[in-house]
């Protein structure tokens, strides 16, 4: 399991860094992130750096704290907060400029020490107050 963990951790490092340039030591060939699907069909390596470009074009000033991580099985979760400011457009929302702190939860499956699915959970509600937008616009959206 210490090989899985280790996995994940040096996922998480790239989220804070950018540099990918390792990924295909740590991301499976058939890795599949289901959210970047609409952003491209791309699968393994790739995939992933697509999508840590977009997360730090979006973000800057990233640090990645990691409350807790553990595995069991072919899965491993870690418990998160991510910090940094809104640079980029997010979904319809232009820059910002405002610092967040984005509480995520990922659960990661690996098949031979590389992840091959990555899924996430966070607090979209709290980040978007964050970012200024209003509570009455929120729960207009049926999201408040």
């Given at each position: 399991m210490?090989l ?22 740590y ?15 791309a ?5 992933w ?50 610092p967040v702190?984005l509480?995520?939860?990922?659960i ?12 996430d959970?966070?607090?979209?509600v709290?980040?978007?107050?964050q ?5 009455a616009?929120l729960?207009?959206?049926?999201i408040?």
């Amino acid at each position: 399991m210490t090989l899985a963990v280790t996995a994940v951790r040096r996922m998480l490092t790239a989220m804070q860094t950018g540099d990918v340039s390792d990924a295909a030591d740590y991301i499976h060939p058939d890795f599949l992130n289901p959210e970047a699907l609409d952003r491209s069909d791309a699968r393994g390596p790739d995939s992933w750096a697509q999508s840590v470009g977009w997360f730090r074009a979006t973000f800057a000033d990233v640090q990645v704290h990691v409350n807790d991580i553990s595995g069991a099985g072919d899965r491993v979760v870690a418990s998160v907060i991510i910090s940094g400011r809104q640079v980029g457009d997010l979904a319809d929302l232009p820059a910002t400029g405002h610092p967040v702190h984005l509480e995520q939860l990922h659960i990661m499956r690996l098949i031979d020490g590389k992840v091959v699915e990555h899924r996430d959970w966070r607090d979209d509600v709290t980040t978007l107050r964050q970012l200024g937008v209003p509570a009455a616009l929120l729960g207009q959206a049926g999201i408040a």
